[in-house]
């Protein structure tokens, strides 16, 4: 039994990397929304419902401002959030704006397919 358990883990981290390889060699890689946030955040729950439409054009990254090694995020949006950026360059803050998240998507997506 533990024979197989190793093993187990070595296929499952093995499935890991291969998908790790495969997303970095892919010329269609897609930008990454960074929400930033505070538990709870009505507005924040509120921005990510409107947002899912657009949920397989972007990967979602979720930054906590209240946790400690977060502090200079907390200082910079904590009368602001939710917050997002865009493949680490402002976007919006305060509601989402569906026609500029929908602009810069299409912006990356054309100079994706133009590589």
Not at 52 to 71: A, G
């Amino acid at each position: 039994m533990l024979w197989f358990q190793g093993h187990r883990i070595q296929v499952a981290r093995f499935s890991f990397e291969l998908l790790l390889r495969n997303l970095s060699t892919s010329k269609t890689a897609l930008p990454v929304l960074t929400l930033f946030t505070k538990d709870p955040c009505l507005l924040c729950d509120e921005a990510k419902e409107v947002i899912k439409p657009y949920k397989n054009r972007f990967i979602l990254q979720e930054v906590d401002i209240t946790l400690p090694e977060n502090s200079a995020w907390y200082e910079r949006y904590k009368f602001d959030i939710p917050v997002f950026h865009l493949n680490g360059q402002f976007l919006m803050m305060h509601r989402v704006n569906i026609s500029k998240l929908e602009k810069q998507l299409q912006k990356l997506e054309q100079q994706g397919a133009g590589d």
